[in-house]
Each structure stands twice: as structure tokens, then as C-alpha cells.
């Protein structure tokens, strides 16, 4: 197998080398305590398939992934399938209500910034929430049903495609939410507590990224090989292209009078229809201005609009709906 670890290693230099492998084995469901053990002794105690193991650790380990095709040949579909609802699992039930818990315990609730910051990130989770669970109950009961060799209607990119949200879009999410910390929230008396919860931030974003990444190389082609067999029942439907994700905006630039007044009403917590009867323009103006203000900003969500808003002047605190 090609890669920096093999099935002969001690596990303990695996955990040793990499902290981010703590989080891997559990997900896994391999323990600590494993002594000397080889990795392929490890894995066999565990029930865990070691090719797939090894794959994943090495996947992880190499930034350049020139072998995709090549890990694909080592994964147990199950074992792989049984590792990202794991991770699903720590995502929605451990980490991200964490962080949460520290940012509440770093900012001042009393700030109008603070409250906009905790529900800019209630937003991040909500959207992480929400595409996980629809993998949770359609992307994964569909490959079950393919591994139990019956074919389904649709491909995984026909199912992928049906859903709005993208691997590309919450991982932008997470990144304004940094850089609005980072460029608006003043320092006070708990800047440790906030650097510790931001630094927990970064470390998720990081996980996050190496695990959508995962899902749309290793385990789909894995998927994609399972659809492609001869030996499932009943004929495929007619594999569709997944879609593009959308492109990041291209840099920062001054805003108009009418975008900052777009802001201005954004922040007043007034829909598109509402912002175009009160400019006397049509609704798809303002989307055109708000496209354009997120690509000029590199902010998307209404909560950072919002805060954006207040600390450069546009509204007052008070006129703040949240």
C-alpha cells in the first residue's frame, strides 16, 4: 500500500506522529491502551478492516493524494461507511456544541457584537447540522442499499445534487466567522478564553475540510465503483454531473450608496421584498446587490452583514433587529 504508515507499524508511532489521529481511531472505534501492538494487531482487536484504516491515516497524512485510485482499491465501503456517520456523530454532538459553549463563555453577552457573533455560529451549526442529517438519511441509506446489491433509481450524484447545501459553502461560513473575530470583536478581560475557543475554530475547520474531502474523493469513488458493478439488481438511473460549487468571491471593493443602504435595511432584519419596496426597486436588484456586497466583502451570511454594519458606522446598535 502506498503511503507514509503500513499494517507492520507500531499503532502508538501512528497516534505519536499526528495528533489528529486521536480523533481518527475513535472514529473508528479503536480504544487507547494498545501497548506495542501493530497497527494491523490493533485494527484485528478492534474488528476494524486495516486496509481501510491504513487508507484513511495515510489519506490524512499526505496532502498530495496523487493515489487516489490506488487507496480506493484498500477501503471496505462498510468500514469506510461506518467511519464518516462516526464522524458525523462527533461533529454535530460533541465539537461543534463545544465550541459553542466556549464562545459563550469568552464573549460578553451584554455586547450586541457578542449576541450577533453566537448567532452568526448558530447559523454554521444549524448548516453543518442540516448536511450532515441529509447524508445521515439519504446519502447513507443509499449506499447500504447498495451494498445489500440492489440498485436504486437515482446515483449518488443524482442525490447529492438535490441538496442545497455544499461542502465549499460551510466551510466559507466558518471562515467569515473567523475573520469577523478576528477584524471586529474589541479584546477585554477574557482575550485567553476567546483565543482558546478561537484557536478550537481553526482546528475544526481544518477536520472539517480533510473530512469533506474524503467524502468527495475516497468515498465516493468508492460508491461510484459499487454503482458500476454488474452484479446489482435492477438497472441504474442515468448518472448526473454533481454540481459546481459556487465560486468565492474575488476581492474586496468599495461599496455604493445603494449597497450600503442594502446593509443598512439587511441589518434592520427586512427581506428582499420588503429592502425593494422601501428603494423602490425590484427584488432581483437587490439579490444582484447582495451578491455583489458578499463578493466585495467576503460575507455571506445576514448575521455578518449585520455586524460589518455596526462597526462601520451604517446603523446604530438600536436599529438592530436580531
Not at 501493530?38 to 495515510?58: H, I, P, S, Y
Amino acid at each position: 500500500m502506498t503511503g507514509r504508515y503500513h499494517e507492520t507499524d507500531p499503532m502508538s508511532d501512528v497516534i505519536s506522529d499526528d495528533y489528529r489521529m486521536l480523533q481518527m481511531i475513535s472514529r473508528f472505534g479503536i480504544t487507547l491502551g494498545f501497548g506495542d501492538q501493530t497497527v494491523a494487531e490493533t485494527c484485528q482487536k478492534a474488528g476494524v478492516d486495516t486496509g481501510t484504516f491504513l487508507t484513511v491515516v495515510n489519506f490524512l497524512t499526505d496532502t498530495n493524494h496523487a493515489h487516489i485510485n490506488e487507496m480506493v482499491e484498500h477501503i471496505d465501503l462498510p468500514t469506510m461507511l461506518r467511519y464518516l456517520k462516526n464522524s458525523h456523530t462527533y461533529f454535530i454532538d460533541y465539537r461543534l456544541p463545544g465550541i459553542r459553549r466556549k464562545l459563550i463563555q469568552a464573549i460578553d453577552m451584554r455586547s450586541q457584537i457578542a449576541m450577533l457573533i453566537l448567532q452568526f455560529y448558530d447559523e454554521y451549526m444549524a448548516e453543518v447540522t442540516r448536511h450532515m442529517q441529509y447524508e445521515n438519511t439519504h446519502v447513507h441509506p443509499y449506499v447500504e442499499q447498495l451494498l445489500e446489491g440492489r440498485r436504486g433509481e437515482q446515483t449518488l450524484a443524482d442525490i447529492t445534487s438535490q441538496h442545497e447545501g455544499s461542502h465549499s459553502s460551510i466551510d466559507r461560513s466558518l471562515t467569515e466567522l473567523k475573520n469577523i473575530i478576528i477584524k471586529y470583536y474589541p479584546n477585554d478581560q477574557n482575550a485567553a478564553l476567546l483565543g482558546d475557543a478561537l484557536m478550537d475554530i481553526y482546528m475544526v475547520e481544518e477536520d472539517f475540510l480533510n473530512h469533506c474531502h474524503m467524502e468527495d474523493t475516497l468515498f465516493s469513488q468508492c460508491v461510484r465503483r459499487l454503482e458500476e458493478s454488474p452484479l446489482l439488481a435492477s438497472p441504474a438511473g442515468e448518472e448526473t454531473s454533481p454540481s459546481t460549487p459556487p465560486m468565492a468571491g474575488d476581492g474586496e471593493g468599495a461599496l455604493s450608496d445603494r449597497e450600503r443602504e442594502v446593509i443598512r435595511l439587511v441589518a434592520m432584519g427586512l427581506s428582499n421584498k420588503e429592502i425593494a419596496e422601501r428603494m423602490f426597486i425590484a427584488v432581483n436588484t437587490v439579490m444582484t446587490h447582495r451578491r455583489n456586497i458578499s463578493r466585495k466583502l467576503d460575507i455571506h451570511a445576514t448575521a455578518g452583514l449585520t455586524i460589518y454594519a455596526i462597526v462601520n458606522g451604517i446603523i446604530n446598535v438600536e436599529d438592530v433587529k436580531l
